[in-house]
């Protein structure tokens, strides 16, 4: 098997789990325009984008990077990623702030959205993508480290979130130590580890 075939693989294996655990999500949601709810779309966002991963790998790299099937599916798992981030910021909103300062953090992850979408057409550079949700992956994770004590944070979001880092790191760090099975792949499989957490924390958040 082809390090390429595995990364698609492990793709499909992180959306079926990530749609898995939105759908447990869903089914306990109580109303959606909340925390909770909003968090259940963040994971299903996940599970769309790894779905779309997938299918980049599996079929449409195969036939050359330059393709024009290739470049509509970057471009769409692109916009699935500024949605998910956008997402976060509206759980980071209405789960740490309130009034005046609850609505200016909203309308700033709004303009931040509207940025984001028309610099994916102006660039192919995956680093627009990660300029975006970096700072946002971030914050969160601080406002659960500093809420930890009042109630409002998670400790499963902090594992999940710190997880999520180091997987992040092994792909940029290119591990290449289970062949076939490259960076890429090992990046998806820790992220599994971090949406099981992720999905765990999201039940504090109800």
């Known amino acids: 098997m082809t390090p390429l075939a595995l990364t698609a693989i492990t793709n499909f294996l992180w959306a079926g789990q990530a749609f898995f655990l939105a759908g447990i999500l869903f089914g306990g949601m109580d109303e959606f325009a909340g925390p909770y709810?909003?968090?259940?779309?963040?994971?299903?966002?996940m599970g769309l984008g790894a779905l779309l991963g997938g299918i980049d790998h599996?079929?449409?790299?195969?036939?050359?990077?330059?393709?024009?099937?290739r470049v509509v599916m970057q471009k769409l798992s692109w916009i699935v990623a500024?949605?998910?981030?956008?997402?976060?910021?509206?759980?980071?909103a209405l789960r740490f702030f309130e009034g005046t300062?609850?609505?200016?953090?909203?309308?700033?992850?709004?303009?931040q959205l509207c940025v984001f979408l028309v610099f994916i057409f102006l660039t192919d550079k995956f680093l627009v993508v990660v300029?975006?949700?970096?700072?946002?992956?971030?914050l969160f994770l601080g406002l659960n480290i500093y809420g930890l004590s009042s109630g409002t944070g998670s400790v499963y979001l902090v594992a999940g979130l710190i997880i999520a880092f180091i997987?992040?790191?092994?792909?940029?760090?290119?591990?290449?130590?289970?062949?076939?099975?490259?960076?890429?792949?090992l990046y998806h499989l820790i992220m599994m580890i971090a949406t099981l957490f992720l999905y765990i924390g999201g039940l504090d958040l109800r």
Request: hydrophobic fraction near 60%; proline fraction near 4%; include cysteine.
């Open 37 to 45: 709810g909003v968090w259940a779309v963040a994971l299903a966002l």
């Open 58 to 69: 599996g079929f449409f790299e195969p036939m050359g990077r330059e393709t024009r099937g």
């Open 82 to 92: 500024g949605a998910m981030t956008f997402s976060i910021i509206l759980v980071c």
């Open 101 to 111: 300062l609850r609505d200016v953090i909203i309308a700033i992850g709004a303009v």
């Open 131 to 138: 300029i975006n949700y970096a700072p946002v992956m971030l």
């Open 167 to 185: 997987a992040s790191a092994v792909q940029v760090a290119r591990v290449n130590i289970f062949h076939p099975l490259n960076w890429n792949g």
